[in-house]
């Protein structure tokens, strides 16, 4: 499909009762067909198909999340969120006639193990019976976007959501700041009895999926579903506690140094973004000239890198300032009909809007440049755990490139860089411990649940201080992270994933192209492989394997001035 820019882009909802009848057809004609080429030119045709529907899918959501007030586009979301879940389901009996083929082989050489075993998983994962619930989940995660998207207050004269407090938390003035997390933690105490509301059907609901696929718990169904087929929550938790031995501990280091740069006497929330007490690096320029100096950037960082963003550029795939209804956080998706990218975020005026340009860049890149090379665009992304480590290392190949952004302050740049990437590691793990317990245990009372996050701030944020906000202090901060509600489980994956990350960009500096060659060799695999292959096949350590956190944090020690 051609198209000039995103905005041009025509949306036409697709028949999908239409495509569940062609579906049907391509079944059974899967079932008779004489020969391997007839089952893969059947399969090729429903996956044109199924490329086309979710195009249309990706536009509407784009839009929707650009303007949660905009009726036509809810609707339109709605619409899917009904038909989706049956189009699922038919795809799981799809896999299941083609594993039951007598050409598997043939099927495994054009598509590799992977594509298979996922299609075995599958039939765990898809069953009639959840039909009405993953229309409800579906549901409730747009009631959460739009309950976040459209809290808002005064603050300082202007009316301003929880994205444009953010840029306030990083004044020079401590009064500001201070006023401006009181009115953060407000604006959340304000919405917490709809969103507790929302997470407590959003618990119930997803342990009923689990129970009726019958899985012991939704973690273990989770787990599935998210592609983790080589390792287990025990695994997960043996990261976690490398995380705590080895990372708290270097954290508490760099607050108590930003503590006594800031000259204050107790780093409270507040403070904790402001890392230079004259003031944080910020990027000059507009958003249109901030793309200017990317796209210089990514021309001279490689050839490929070059293609990649002018194709960006040319064809406007980009929503990334912030406005009233508009979706909070940032996110990279894909046109499958275009092999297009697309990045949604919402600039602030701080050094995050270059951290889009990069790190949903990376994501980006790594989609545009797969899609050339894997046999199915359901390949294009790997799994999260694996994808983050194309974000979070493009981050890190940017570092050289950074003056054009920041100026004299470049140096600033990359070292609270560094230190925020170190920084929120113990941050995400908090998080899945917490959705872990959230799904272990019972915790209807939304004070107990926010006891439980006071707990797991006092295990891996040590230093967190609130200045007495009654409800940020008793553990109401969990709420602000959109990853529990829209994305259950997936936040672990950017830990584990910053540490290959920091594998990568110690090896960039000892062999700066043979770490590209590697970090290329990533991007191109997709989702071809299972987790564990890909990081051999990339070149990088294992971060479940004893010791790997700790070799890796070690050797950035000297860069944060700790060694």
Same mark, same amino acid.
């Given at each position: 499909?051609?198209?000039?820019?995103?905005?041009?882009?025509?949306?036409?909802?697709?028949?999908?009762?239409?495509?569940?009848?062609?579906?049907?057809?391509?079944?059974?004609?899967?079932?008779?067909?004489?020969?391997?080429?007839?089952?893969?030119?059947?399969?090729?045709?429903?996956?044109?198909?199924?490329?086309?529907?979710?195009?249309?899918? +990706?536009?509407?959501?784009?839009?929707? +999340?650009?303007?949660?007030?905009?009726?036509?586009?809810?609707?339109?979301? &709605?619409?899917?969120?009904?038909?989706?879940?049956?189009?699922?389901?038919?795809?799981?009996?799809?896999?299941?006639?083609?594993?039951?083929?007598?050409?598997?082989?043939?099927?495994?050489?054009?598509?590799?193990?992977?594509?298979?075993?996922?299609?075995?998983?599958?039939?765990?994962?898809?069953?009639?019976?959840?039909?009405?619930?993953?229309?409800?989940?579906?549901?409730?995660?747009?009631?959460?976007?739009?309950?976040?998207?459209?809290?808002?207050?005064?603050?300082?004269?202007? +009316?301003?959501?929880?994205?444009?407090?953010? &840029?306030?938390?990083?004044?020079?003035?401590?009064?500001?700041?201070?006023?401006?997390?009181?009115?953060?933690?407000?604006?959340?105490?304000?919405?917490?009895?709809?969103?507790?509301?929302?997470?407590?059907?959003?618990?119930?609901?997803?342990?009923?999926?689990?129970k009726k696929l019958g899985f012991d718990s939704f973690i273990d169904y989770i787990y599935l579903e998210r592609g983790r087929y080589?390792?287990?929550?025990?695994?997960?938790?043996?990261?976690?506690?490398?995380v705590r031995e080895v990372i708290v501990p270097v954290c508490q280091k760099l607050r108590d140094e930003q503590k006594k740069r800031?000259?204050?006497?107790?780093?409270?929330?507040?403070?904790?973004?402001?890392?230079?007490?004259?003031?944080?690096?910020?990027?000059?320029?507009?958003?249109?000239?901030?793309? &200017?100096?990317?796209?210089?950037?990514?021309?001279?960082?490689?050839?490929?890198?070059?293609?990649?963003?002018?194709?960006?550029?040319?064809?406007?795939?980009?929503?990334?300032?912030?406005?009233?209804?508009?979706?909070?956080?940032?996110?990279?998706?894909?046109?499958?009909?275009?092999?297009?990218?697309?990045?949604?975020?919402?600039?602030?005026?701080?050094?995050?809007?270059?951290?889009?340009?990069?790190?949903?860049?990376?994501?980006?890149?790594?989609?545009?440049?797969?899609?050339?090379?894997?046999?199915?665009?359901?390949?294009?992304?790997?799994?999260?755990?694996?994808?983050?480590?194309?974000?979070?290392?493009?981050?890190?190949?940017?570092?050289?490139?950074?003056?054009?952004?920041?100026?004299?302050?470049?140096?600033?740049?990359?070292?609270?860089?560094?230190?925020?990437?170190?920084?929120?590691?113990?941050?995400?793990?908090?998080?899945?411990?917490?959705?872990?317990?959230?799904?272990?245990?019972?915790?209807?009372? #939304?004070?107990?649940?926010?006891?439980?996050?006071?707990?797991?701030?006092?295990?891996?944020?040590?230093?967190?201080?609130?200045?007495?906000?009654?409800?940020?202090?008793?553990?109401?901060?969990?709420?602000? &992270?959109?990853?529990?509600?829209?994305?259950?489980?997936?936040?672990?994956?950017?830990?584990?994933?910053?540490?290959?990350?920091?594998?990568?960009?110690?090896?960039?500096?000892?062999?700066?192209? #043979?770490?590209?060659?590697?970090?290329?060799?990533?991007?191109?695999?997709?989702?071809?492989?299972?987790?564990?292959? +890909?990081?051999?096949?990339?070149?990088?350590?294992?971060?479940?394997?004893?010791?790997?956190?700790?070799?890796?944090?070690?050797?950035?020690?000297?860069?944060?001035?700790?060694?």
């Open positions: 499909m051609s198209f000039t820019t995103f905005s041009e882009l025509e949306y036409v909802r697709p028949d999908l009762d239409a495509a569940l009848e062609e579906g049907q057809k391509v079944i059974e004609g899967l079932k008779n067909a004489p020969d391997f080429e007839t089952q893969l030119a059947l399969y090729k045709a429903y996956e044109e198909n199924e490329c086309h529907w979710f195009t249309m899918q +990706t536009v509407a959501s784009i839009r929707n +999340t650009g303007n949660t007030d905009d009726a036509f586009y809810e609707e339109e979301m &709605k619409y899917f969120n009904s038909k989706v879940p049956s189009l699922m389901l038919q795809n799981k009996e799809i896999g299941e006639v083609i594993l039951e083929s007598p050409w598997r082989a043939e099927w495994e050489a054009a598509y590799g193990k992977l594509y298979l075993q996922g299609m075995e998983i599958n039939k765990k994962l898809q069953s009639p019976a959840i039909l009405e619930d993953s229309v409800a989940d579906s549901n409730l995660r747009m009631a959460y976007s739009k309950a976040a998207a459209v809290a808002s207050t005064e603050f300082r004269g202007e +009316t301003v959501n929880f994205y444009g407090l953010l &840029k306030h938390m990083q004044s020079l003035d401590r009064e500001e700041r201070r006023e401006a997390m009181i009115a953060w933690g407000d604006l959340y105490e304000k919405v917490s009895g709809e969103l507790d509301a929302i997470y407590d059907q959003m618990i119930e609901l997803r342990k009923g999926i689990a080589d390792y287990t929550a025990a695994d997960v938790e043996k990261f976690r506690e490398q800031l000259g204050i006497d107790t780093l409270n929330y507040y403070d904790e973004s402001l890392i230079f007490p004259d003031g944080n690096p910020t990027p000059h320029g507009t958003k249109d000239e901030m793309v &200017k100096i990317a796209q210089e950037m990514y021309r001279d960082m490689s050839k490929e890198t070059g293609v990649f963003f002018d194709f960006m550029v040319e064809h406007d795939l980009f929503d990334l300032e912030t406005r009233p209804g508009k979706r909070g956080g940032g996110y990279c998706t894909f046109l499958p009909d275009m092999k297009a990218p697309f990045i949604f975020s919402n600039f602030n005026g701080t050094s995050a809007d270059v951290d889009v340009l990069t790190h949903e860049a990376g994501h980006a890149f790594a989609a545009f440049t797969a899609a050339k090379e894997v046999p199915s665009m359901n390949q294009v992304f790997s799994t999260s755990e694996i994808a983050e480590i194309h974000s979070m290392t493009m981050e890190h190949w940017a570092y050289p490139y950074m003056d054009g952004f920041f100026g004299d302050k470049a140096d600033d740049y990359r070292y609270s860089h560094l230190m925020d990437a170190i920084m929120v590691i113990p941050y995400m793990c908090a998080v899945d411990e917490f959705q872990h317990r959230m799904f272990e245990g019972e915790f209807k009372d #939304a004070k107990a649940r926010r006891a439980i996050w006071h707990e797991l701030e006092q295990t891996y944020m040590p230093w967190r201080q609130y200045d007495g906000h009654e409800f940020l202090a008793e553990g109401g901060f969990w709420m602000q &992270k959109q990853h529990i509600f829209l994305f259950p489980f997936y936040y672990i994956d950017y830990a584990l994933a910053q540490i290959c990350a920091f594998n990568y960009y110690g090896m960039s500096k000892e062999e700066h192209d #043979a770490t590209w060659a590697d970090y290329m060799r990533l991007c191109r695999c997709g989702g071809k492989f299972g987790y564990f292959d +890909t990081l051999k096949y990339a070149n990088l350590s294992n971060p479940f394997e004893e010791g790997t956190v700790k070799k890796i944090i070690e050797s950035l020690l000297p860069e944060l001035k700790l060694a």
